[in-house]
C-alpha cells in the first residue's frame, strides 16, 4: 500500500488518522501534539496549558473523516494559541494526460471570487515536476476561503497525488505560505506503512 510521508522536522505538521481506532488512540495522538506544540514555543508548560489544548485537539479532529474525503490528513499546528489548519492527500493510480489531470486536481479552472485561480509550476525534489494553485471561494454564509493545492504525478509510483489545505483566513494563509510550501516539499511516496 503506498502513502505519503514527510521528512519535515518541524514541530508544526502532525499526522493525523482519518479514522480513529478508539477513544484512547485519539486522546493520546492529542497528548503528544499538545507536548510537542508547547514545548516548541514554552520551556515549561504548564499542566493546564497541556490539558486544555489536548482536550481541544482530541474534539477538533473526532469527525476529521467527515470534513472532506481524503485518503491522509496532517495538522498544521504553527502557534498553541490559533486555530489548526487540517491538510489532505489523495492519491489515485494516474491516468490520462497529465498536465490535463494536474490543472483538474489542483482545480486550476474553477470559479474563483477575487481574481482567476493562480496557477504556478511546483517542482519538488522527490516528487518532481508539479502544479500549485489558489483559489478564492466563498462559503454559503458569505465567509472568504481560500485553498492552495498542489498536484504531481509520480511517475514511479504510478500515482497522481493532490496536496491542499483550505484556509478561512487569508491573511493567515500569505502569512504561512512559505511554510505550507517547505512542507509540501518535503512530501514523499513511500510503498510501507
Known sequence: MKYVDTDSE???????PMH?????????????CALAVLHAHEEKPKR???KALRTFLA????DFSKLTPADQAFLFIPVPDQMPIPAFL?????????????????QADAESLIRPVEVEPFPTERLGEGLRSTRYWSTKEDQLMVTV???WRAEESGVDLC????WNDPGHMAAYADAVDD???????????
Do not use: C, H, N
Open 10 to 16: 518541524t514541530l508544526q505538521w502532525f499526522p493525523t
Open 20 to 32: 480513529w481506532s478508539s477513544e484512547g488512540e485519539r486522546e493520546e495522538w492529542a497528548e503528544l
Open 48 to 50: 493546564r496549558r497541556v
Open 59 to 62: 474534539a477538533y479532529v473526532k
Open 90 to 106: 489523495l492519491m489515485a493510480e494516474s491516468e490520462g494526460d497529465r498536465d490535463t489531470t494536474l490543472r483538474q486536481i489542483i
Open 149 to 151: 493545492r498542489y498536484g
Open 163 to 166: 496536496f491542499y489545505i483550505v
Open 183 to 193: 512542507f509540501a516539499r518535503s512530501l514523499w511516496i513511500s510503498d510501507a506503512q
